[in-house]
Nanobody
């Protein structure tokens, strides 16, 4: 069973940067076919922020293009999200996810449904951006 451990959240002023890191353990390479980061967009909804597959296909939600960069190390089973030019509307909980299928198949919706259909999620890390 895949376990995901996140780190790197925190508080920063608008325009600043944070780096989120996630390490996967357990499971098989197939369980980590796609890895990425979701974030909560409302009380009950989440969206896929960015993902990178084992063969390095990459996805970004439009609102973070040009500001965030996702990187992956298959040897270490890590997925990192470098967040630059942070804005107050980036403030929320961020969750690392790993799945045997493309996370883009479940890019937006109720968080409980995405968790059910998008492999394994970490516990989450809070990002707070003050203006």
């Amino acid at each position: 069973e895949v376990q995901l451990v996140e780190s790197g959240g925190g508080a920063v002023q608008a325009g600043g940067s944070l780096r989120l890191s996630c390490t996967a353990s357990g499971g098989t390479d197939g369980d980590l076919t796609d890895m990425g980061w979701y974030r909560q967009t409302s009380d009950h909804e989440c969206e896929l922020v960015a993902s990178k597959s084992r063969d390095f296909r990459t996805y970004y939600v439009d609102s973070v293009k040009g500001r965030f960069r996702i990187s992956r190390d298959n040897a270490k089973n890590t997925i990192d999200l470098q967040m630059d030019q942070l804005r107050s509307d980036d403030t929320t909980m961020y969750y690392c996810a790993a799945s045997a299928k493309s996370l883009r198949l479940n890019s937006r919706g109720y968080c409980w449904g995405l968790r059910l259909n998008s492999g394994r999620w970490g516990q989450g890390t809070q990002v707070t951006v003050s203006s």
